[in-house]
């Protein structure tokens, strides 16, 4: 087995500082794959696992890399074999054991997913944001809501998890209204299919909440939460479903029972970290289907290792567009 490099980040006097090292390949334990990393993504809990007090990885030092795409080369589990492509995403990946930057990663088999039709670097740039995304949509789908029931609007439009929306949205022939503080960005979200843009939720920043506003919304994509999610809940149409998997507007949540129970409607719960594997290979199997993007290279912005830094900063600073596919062939 060949020596691999890989990106460490480490946390020494309240900083974490990152380099690269070269590393043995460890023996694998039964049930196990060796994937060699093909691509991997940035995505805003990777910034916080370079950021001192991020809160998300349990030890350092690590790899970070939420997000594996690549091809098996050592195998230790009946599912897979030797030239499968792979994509594996949540549980500990990146937080609690080593990620996606790196040449080589070492995954449970219960963690991965057998790719079909979907290339590597497609995986990568769908990646935890996308596949965010595509939960997102799904629920809206499942919850009986069709384009006919009226417009589906996605906060924070301009993220990863938010363009990916857009693009699923309007693929299915939602009409899509993006929501999204960033005026310079209306032309890349029409073209990922948002029929109409609008500014930050609530439009009216000054105003008071209202337990219930005037019925806009058969659905919504949220990915901000906080005083938009606040919002959205009050203003979404009867039966209406609020797919909600972000809080960069805050933890806090201040509405009422009213919208629950006066108009029926549904706040679906968003979380790709701890989703059993079962369902996770079954949604992955729509992706490759009826849930593709259609719109990734739209999306997608390729950097190598090297450009994680300048990716991480402004995601931190609220101001990346897009979504980042980190090809572990390149900026070594």
Avoid at 4 to 26: G, W
Avoid at 217 to 227: E, I, L, Q, R, T
Wanted: charged share 20%.
């Amino acid at each position: 087995m060949t020596q691999y490099r890989a990106l460490i980040a480490e946390l020494a006097d309240e900083a974490v500082t990152s380099r690269v090292e070269t590393r043995d390949p460890v023996a694998l334990e039964p049930g196990h794959l060796r994937v060699a990393v093909e691509f991997s993504g940035v995505n805003f809990k990777d910034a916080l696992a370079l950021t001192p007090g991020g809160g998300v990885v349990r030890q350092y030092p690590i790899v970070p890399g939420i997000d594996i795409a690549g091809t098996v080369v050592e195998t230790t589990s009946d599912e897979f074999a030797v030239g499968d492509r792979v994509v594996a995403h949540g549980y500990e990946i990146g937080t609690a054991r080593d990620g996606g930057y790196a040449e080589q990663a070492v995954v449970p088999a219960d963690w991965a997913v057998r790719l079909s039709t979907l290339s590597t670097r497609e995986a990568a740039a769908i990646g935890t944001a996308g596949f965010t995304a595509a939960m997102s949509v799904a629920a809206v789908v499942d919850a009986g809501i069709v384009p006919s029931d009226g417009p589906v609007v996605v906060t924070g439009a301009t993220g990863g998890v938010g363009s990916t929306s857009i693009d699923l949205l309007s693929g299915l022939g939602y009409d899509v209204v993006a929501s999204s503080g960033k005026p310079a960005a209306a032309d890349r979200l029409r073209e990922l299919g948002a029929a109409e843009v609008i500014g930050r939720l609530p439009l009216d920043p000054d105003a008071k909440p209202r337990p219930l506003g005037k019925s806009r919304w058969a659905a919504a994509v949220d990915c901000v939460g906080g005083k938009a999610l606040a919002d959205v809940i009050s203003t979404l149409q009867y039966g209406g479903t609020v797919a909600a998997s972000g809080l960069t507007g805050g933890a806090g949540l201040q509405t009422t029972v009213l919208p629950f129970i006066l108009r029926g409607v549904t706040l679906a719960g968003i979380d790709s970290v701890l989703m059993p594997i079962a369902q996770r290979r079954a949604l992955w199997q729509r992706i490759e289907s009826g849930l593709r993007p259609q719109r990734l290279d739209l999306v997608a912005n390729d950097i190598g290792i090297d450009g994680i830094g300048a990716v991480v900063d402004a995601l931190r600073a609220g101001e990346y567009t897009g979504r980042a596919v980190v090809d572990l062939h390149r900026g070594w």
